[in-house]
């Protein structure tokens, strides 16, 4: 699924919950919602990994939140890290669940049969060993990815997908967190 896929299918699951909540939907190719408080925004988006996505590798999608001055310049990444708004907790439910998902995901990755990928038309890759030297780098990846200290998770709460049924389940998953989470995180800006 390519991160446009993604986005839109992502954003039918939360766009009725921020529009609840009284946040707007900001323009952009990547599905972004804010809300004015008391003279500043709270911002909430969804990003896809640089990397894109492979049919048989998978992606990442992150949420973040952060709080910034009314008619800031509305950018992501280092620049907001100082205001981002923790929406995990260390050690929480949401942790876990987030990790039990990704490793649903990497060991759906694991077990694709590699010649499956030789014989599909849409296959990128010359020959078995080019494509080998590709899924152990892709597997180191998601080991090390799977190994990450929660503390990295609390604030971009990075969701490895694979297909269509794993963009589904983190759907439902952000619908449940912000339907708790959208109340304190606006009331922590009054």
Known sequence: MKSAQVYKEIS?????????????????????????????????????????????????VRVQVYLCEKDAERVEGSSTRSNAKRLFERGSEEIDQILSRNSVVIMKIKNINLEDILNDKNNWYDDLDELKLFYESKVLFIDKFAERDSIEIMMEAEMLYLDEEDVAFWGNFLVNIFQYKLPSLINECI
Do not use: M, R
Request: charged letters at 30%; a positive charge; one cysteine or more.
């Open 12 to 60: 039918k699951y939360l766009s009725p919950i921020f529009k609840e909540h009284g946040f707007k939907k900001i323009s952009s190719s990547k599905p972004k919602w804010f809300k004015q408080i008391k003279g500043k925004e709270l911002h909430v988006y969804l990003q896809t990994d640089k990397y894109p996505w492979e049919p048989y590798a998978g992606c990442n």
